[in-house]
């Protein structure tokens, strides 16, 4: 790789991993990067290690023993997934924010590919294309589950409106009005932290571009590719919008009251559908347990039927 003609970071790319007791994860991670650039800027990666016994320590310093990355490790001992993208960014250096998760594996060219995109579009936020990699290939749930897990934009190269999740996007901070903090911490437990931020910047005249050669693989774990995972997560992804608007207060009510009908609407279509499959033992059945799932998320969205999945609540990992 050049020596990088920039010797500051106004122009540098930071590449962020959160993680949560994933040796294995942050290891796939990791090695994932090996080789990885973006041009002539300088790169590094900043680790946040949210496990309050800090297991992921003894990894990355065996691993930045031969990168030709740098590599910054910051112990975030308060569990919750804000808290450990937050603390990322207290000590990231970069005008550009590449995100990937403890549970990723970023193909070759994958950091270069969104940056140049990024620059291309002159866009905030860039996406590239998450596969899911599930955990049995026989299942034949898997046809009907992966594209949950994945995170894929049905466009060309260019402009979207749509955000994906954090894991694989890119943020230039020189065009993001962001937030303080940027992912908000009431999300620690419940997820969601993304959309809001995503929202936020959207809002405020973000332009969203999609990189569809900057391609990663999202190793989907055994303990995720249930239905009752997916049940949960689901309801909780449906919640998001009527929670946006209920963070707006009175100004938000119309907004709460449209989510609501349409949640109930939905639940009208998709839920005997879900009943009808599940009851013939038909696969397709957890696709309409999803969109079932999201339904309701929409009208029960107050605290009580928040779903915590993340910080004190979570088994592995900060991401969906």
């Given at each position: 790789?050049?020596?990088?003609?920039?010797?500051?970071?106004?122009?540098?790319v930071?590449?962020?991993?959160?993680?949560?007791?994933?040796?294995?994860?942050?290891?796939?991670?990791?090695?994932?990067?090996?080789?990885?650039?973006?041009?002539?800027?300088?790169?590094?990666?900043?680790?946040?290690?949210?496990?309050?016994?800090?297991?992921?320590k003894?990894?990355?310093?065996?691993?930045?023993?031969?990168?030709?990355?740098?590599?910054?490790?910051?112990?975030?001992?308060?569990?919750?997934?804000?808290?450990?993208?937050?603390?990322?960014?207290?000590?990231?250096?970069?005008?550009?924010?590449?995100?990937?998760?403890?549970?990723?594996d970023?193909?070759?060219?994958?950091?270069?590919e969104?940056?140049?995109?990024?620059?291309?579009?002159?866009?905030?936020?860039?996406?590239?294309?998450?596969?899911?990699?599930?955990?049995?290939?026989?299942?034949?749930?898997?046809?009907?589950?992966?594209?949950?897990?994945?995170?894929?934009?049905?466009?060309?190269?260019?402009?979207?409106?749509?955000?994906?999740?954090?894991?694989?996007?890119?943020?230039?901070?020189s065009?993001?009005?962001?937030?303080?903090?940027?992912?908000?911490?009431?999300?620690?437990?419940?997820?969601?932290?993304?959309?809001?931020?995503?929202?936020?910047?959207?809002?405020?005249g973000?332009?969203?571009?999609?990189?569809?050669?900057?391609?990663?693989?999202?190793?989907v774990?055994?303990?995720?590719?249930?239905?009752?995972?997916?049940?949960?997560?689901?309801?909780?992804?449906?919640?998001?919008?009527?929670?946006?608007?209920?963070?707006?207060?009175?100004?938000?009510?119309?907004?709460?009251?449209?989510?609501?009908?349409?949640?109930?609407?939905?639940?009208?279509?998709?839920?005997?559908?879900?009943?009808?499959?599940?009851?013939?033992?038909?696969?397709?059945?957890?696709?309409?347990?999803?969109?079932?799932?999201?339904?309701?998320?929409?009208?029960?969205?107050?605290?009580?039927?928040?779903?915590?999945?993340?910080?004190?609540?979570?088994?592995?990992?900060?991401?969906?």
């Open positions: 790789m050049s020596k990088p003609v920039e010797q500051n970071w106004s122009e540098g930071s590449v962020v991993i959160p993680t949560y007791k994933r040796p294995d994860g942050i290891r796939t991670a990791l090695k994932s990067l090996i080789g990885q650039h973006a041009g002539d800027r300088l790169v590094e990666i900043v680790v946040a290690d949210n496990d309050p016994l800090a297991s992921a003894a990894i990355v310093s065996e691993y930045s023993k031969n990168s030709d990355i740098e590599v910054i490790y910051k112990h975030v001992p308060e569990p919750g997934v804000s808290n450990a993208r937050n603390g990322a960014l207290d000590v990231a250096r970069g005008r550009f924010i590449a995100f990937l998760d403890d549970d990723m970023a193909l070759p060219g994958w950091l270069d969104l940056v140049k995109a990024s620059l291309k579009y002159k866009a905030a936020i860039t996406f590239g294309p998450a596969i899911a990699v599930m955990p049995n290939k026989d299942d034949p749930l898997n046809p009907y589950m992966a594209p949950f897990f994945s995170r894929i934009a049905d466009a060309p190269e260019g402009y979207i409106t749509k955000c994906l999740g954090t894991g694989g996007c890119l943020l230039d901070l065009l993001c009005e962001m937030p303080s903090p940027a992912f908000n911490p009431i999300h620690n437990e419940t997820g969601g932290e993304d959309d809001a931020l995503f929202h936020h910047l959207q809002q405020r973000a332009k969203v571009a999609w990189a569809i050669k900057a391609e990663s693989y999202e190793i774990p055994a303990s995720r590719a249930t239905a009752m995972y997916m049940w949960k997560r689901n309801f909780a992804f449906g919640q998001g919008p009527t929670q946006t608007e209920a963070d707006k207060g009175l100004a938000g009510l119309p907004g709460i009251l449209k989510w609501m009908i349409i949640g109930v609407m939905q639940f009208g279509v998709y839920g005997p559908i879900f009943a009808v499959l599940k009851a013939m033992k038909h696969p397709k059945h957890i696709h309409y347990q999803n969109r079932t799932a999201q339904a309701l998320g929409k009208f029960f969205w107050w605290s009580s039927f928040k779903q915590k999945l993340y910080g004190t609540n979570a088994t592995t990992g900060v991401n969906v």
